[in-house]
């Protein structure tokens, strides 16, 4: 059964930092190149990070770029999201993904097949 597993979301103060976990499982994790969604309240779902499979390639939506890393650990079967700098706006649901389609942009939530069932971040003073 393949599953995603997000952990280490909670509130912070702005400029503070959260490391948020997936733990993946039921698939070989390391031929899958992994992302990071994120949704804030009343608005769409939105990419934040993705790291491929071969070479390790990051890639950042802006809004991110500079604050936060993602970084994945094959022989753990895990991926991170480091985030520092936060803001206000960074507030919302993040989600770890799988992507299973190579047909779509690294960047698009149509690539990704497999969710997770999200982890919650609150930024906020």
């Not at 952990?7 to 733990?23: I, M, N």
């Not at 993946?24 to 790291?51: H, L």
């Amino acid at each position: 059964q393949v599953q995603l597993v997000e952990s280490g979301g909670g509130l912070v103060l702005p400029g503070g930092s959260l490391r948020l976990s997936c733990a993946a499982s039921g698939f070989s994790f390391k031929t899958y190149s992994m992302g990071w969604f994120r949704q804030a309240p009343g608005k769409e779902r939105e990419f934040v990070a993705a790291i491929a499979w071969r070479g390790g390639m990051t890639y950042y939506a802006d809004s991110v770029k500079g604050r936060f890393a993602i970084s994945r650990d094959n022989a753990k079967n895990m991926v991170y999201l480091e985030m520092n700098s936060l803001k206000p706006e960074d507030t919302a649901v993040y989600y770890c993904a799988r992507r299973t389609s190579n047909a779509n942009l690294m960047t698009s939530r149509n690539a990704y097949g497999t969710w997770g069932q999200g982890t919650e971040v609150a930024v906020s003073s």
